[in-house]
């Protein structure tokens, strides 16, 4: 089993369920039901190394937890994953911007949720992960590897 820890946060009793139950066959996972115990977790375990928030498009909580994420020097690395129900670009966009590094959309499919965080685990950081390309105007390009 990885000693990189997993916290899942999610208002959504079954969403928690189902990433422990799905996640928990190969990494530690903690379940929170709000930001503050996503805070309360994240200082009192610092091996948790992914952080898979579920986020609806009116959830500002959320969005602070994340710019918290973003500006701790102790919790600057952990890598997001985010988990919605909206597809809308600029939401997207906002979370990439405030760090989420993957974004599904639901419904999502959770064995390719628990592949990507084997692969994020194997490869050490998420840039890893991805392969670097360019596009005609020498555009870096970044996407994920085919399996």
């Given at each position: 089993?990885?000693?990189?820890?997993?916290?899942?946060?999610?208002?959504?009793?079954?969403m928690?369920?189902?990433?422990?139950?799905?996640?928990?066959?190969?990494?530690?996972v903690?379940?929170?039901?709000?930001?503050?115990?996503?805070?309360y977790?994240?200082?009192?375990?610092?091996?948790?190394?992914?952080?898979i928030?579920?986020?609806?498009?009116?959830?500002?909580?959320?969005?602070?937890?994340?710019?918290?994420?973003?500006?701790?020097a102790?919790?600057?690395?952990?890598?997001?994953?985010?988990?919605?129900?909206?597809?809308?670009?600029?939401?997207?966009l906002?979370?990439?911007?405030?760090?989420?590094i993957?974004?599904?959309?639901?419904?999502?499919?959770?064995?390719?949720?628990?592949?990507?965080?084997?692969?994020?685990?194997?490869?050490?950081?998420?840039?890893?992960?991805?392969?670097?390309?360019?596009?005609?105007?020498?555009?870096?390009?970044?996407?994920?590897?085919?399996?």
């Open positions: 089993m990885s000693k990189e820890g997993i916290l899942a946060i999610g208002e959504c009793y079954a928690n369920y189902l990433l422990h139950t799905v996640l928990s066959k190969d990494f530690p903690t379940c929170a039901r709000s930001c503050s115990e996503a805070f977790e994240l200082r009192r375990d610092l091996n948790k190394k992914i952080v928030l579920d986020i609806s498009s009116t959830e500002s909580a959320s969005f602070e937890l994340l710019e918290n994420l973003n500006s701790s102790l919790l600057k690395d952990i890598r997001i994953i985010i988990l919605s129900d909206t597809d809308d670009e600029l939401f997207k906002k979370t990439k911007e405030l760090g989420g993957y974004f599904l959309t639901k419904p999502f499919d959770p064995l390719y949720l628990s592949r990507l965080i084997k692969n994020l685990t194997n490869f050490g950081d998420y840039n890893g992960f991805l392969k670097r390309t360019t596009d005609s105007k020498n555009t870096v390009l970044l996407s994920q590897f085919s399996s």
